[in-house]
Each structure stands twice: as structure tokens, then as C-alpha cells.
């Protein structure tokens, strides 16, 4: 079975700073891997994705993302975060074929993100 | 453009009455539609997918039924809530045979059971 762990509940950072959320994953073969933000009292809206090729996966709002495969990691990163980024950050991963359930998306449990101003 | 929409966006509703709570989505056909249930501090559970018309797939058992009665309509239904069933009930849908699996979310909707 496929899953996703978001090891930190609440990440806070000050604006102009760097900031990452981290993801690590477990899945049975290649992962396609996703980044989804939510805004209070919203659906969630898609970031960015891995499928394949480079390891470095550019987004939205300035957002890139980084595939290690040998850490089975996707963290999430912004050089200089502001404060309109803070939101919950969720990570997901799908498994490449997974047959009967190869639509099925697993989440992690969200990352609250918190810019300091 | 693709749209998609689920109301209401939020529903107090006591113990034991039913619920139904409705998404459509516009500008595409035969999409990938999905119902999320977002507990806090517990991420989303997939609840239902379905890939046709009266095609439904249950990823958990539980007090709920999901019906796809048109191309583009999904409901989300309970014939006699619990109070575990409080949540945000998300709806989404996704481009079918698409490697790409990208999620498009409604705006949600928050249940409360009391």
C-alpha cells in the first residue's frame, strides 16, 4: 500500500526566509507525486507535480519541489516565502500502476505553514 | 473553461437525518470524479470514486453512498448521519485515462452533525 508522511504538523518562517515542508513517501514502483495547497475554508489547489525527468519540479507561486528517490523524499520549497503563502500544504503520491485502484491518490495529513511578517 | 461546483458550502444537521450534498462540474465530459473527507489533524480519505455514469468505488466502509446519476453530477448521500461523520467533504474531479491524475477540488463543505 501506498502512503505519504508530512512529519511536521506546523512549520513557521519569517518572511524574506527561506522556507521548506517536507514529504517522504512509500510506494510499490515509480511514484507520481503532487503538492497541493489549501487556503482557509477551501478546496485544495495544485501546485506542482513530479511524473518523471528532472528531480527539480518547478510550480505555482514560486514554489519548486525536489525528488530524491533514494530518500523517497518531495519536499517543498520557496526561497523567500511571504506572508500570503501560509496555508496547509498537503503532499500526494500515486503509484505509477496500481491496477484497480490506480486512481486513487494517497495524502498526507497537511503541513500547516505560517509566515511571519 | 472547466468548473466545478458543490454546495452547500456549510450544513448543521442533528444526529440521525439524512444528507445529501451535490457537485457538478462544467466544461468537460466523462471526467474522474472523487468525494474527500478532510478530518483535521488527519489529512484526506478518499471516500468514493467513480469513473462512469453508475459506476461507483467504495475505498472505505462506512455510513455513506455516493450515486453518479448524470456524466457530470455526483452526490454524496447518508440516510441517517452520525456524529462521526462531521468532517469537510470535498469534491473533485480529474481528466479519465489521464497518467497526469491532477486533481481540480471543489470549495468544500463543512458538515457538522449534532
Known amino acids: 500500500a501506498q502512503s505519504v508522511a508530512q512529519p511536521e504538523d506546523q512549520v513557521n518562517v519569517a518572511e524574506g526566509n527561506p522556507l521548506t515542508v517536507k514529504c517522504t513517501y512509500s510506494?510499490?514502483?515509480?511514484?507520481?507525486l503532487f503538492w497541493y495547497v489549501q487556503y482557509p475554508n477551501r478546496g485544495l489547489q495544485f501546485l506542482l507535480k513530479?511524473?518523471?525527468?528532472?528531480?527539480l519540479v518547478k510550480g505555482s507561486y514560486g514554489f519548486e519541489a525536489e525528488f530524491n528517490k533514494s530518500q523517497t523524499s518531495f519536499h517543498l520549497k520557496k526561497p523567500s516565502a511571504l506572508v500570503s503563502d501560509s496555508a496547509l500544504y498537503f503532499c500526494?503520491?500515486?503509484?505509477?500502476?496500481?491496477?484497480?485502484?490506480?486512481?486513487?491518490?494517497?495524502f498526507g495529513k497537511g503541513t500547516k505553514l505560517s509566515v511571519i511578517p | 473553461s472547466q468548473t466545478i461546483h458543490q454546495w452547500p458550502a456549510t450544513l448543521v444537521q442533528p444526529v440521525g437525518s439524512p444528507l445529501s450534498l451535490e457537485c457538478t462540474v462544467e466544461g468537460t465530459s466523462n471526467p474522474n470524479l472523487y468525494w474527500y473527507r478532510q478530518a483535521a489533524g488527519r489529512g484526506l480519505q478518499l471516500l468514493f470514486y467513480?469513473?462512469?455514469?453508475?459506476?461507483i468505488s467504495s475505498e472505505v466502509p462506512q455510513n455513506l453512498s455516493a450515486s453518479r446519476p448524470q456524466d457530470r453530477q455526483f452526490i454524496l448521500s447518508s440516510k441517517k448521519l452520525l456524529l462521526s461523520d462531521s468532517g469537510f467533504y470535498l469534491c473533485?474531479?480529474?481528466?479519465?485515462?489521464?497518467?497526469?491524475?491532477?486533481?481540480?477540488f471543489g470549495s468544500g463543505t463543512q458538515l457538522s452533525v449534532l
Open positions: 473533485a474531479w480529474s481528466v479519465r485515462d489521464s497518467l497526469n491524475e491532477k486533481l481540480f
Open positions: 510506494v510499490s514502483g515509480n511514484p507520481y
Open positions: 467513480s469513473v462512469g455514469i453508475g459506476q
Open positions: 513530479y511524473i518523471t525527468g528532472d528531480n
Open positions: 500526494a503520491v500515486r503509484a505509477l500502476y496500481s491496477g484497480a485502484g490506480s486512481y486513487q491518490l494517497t
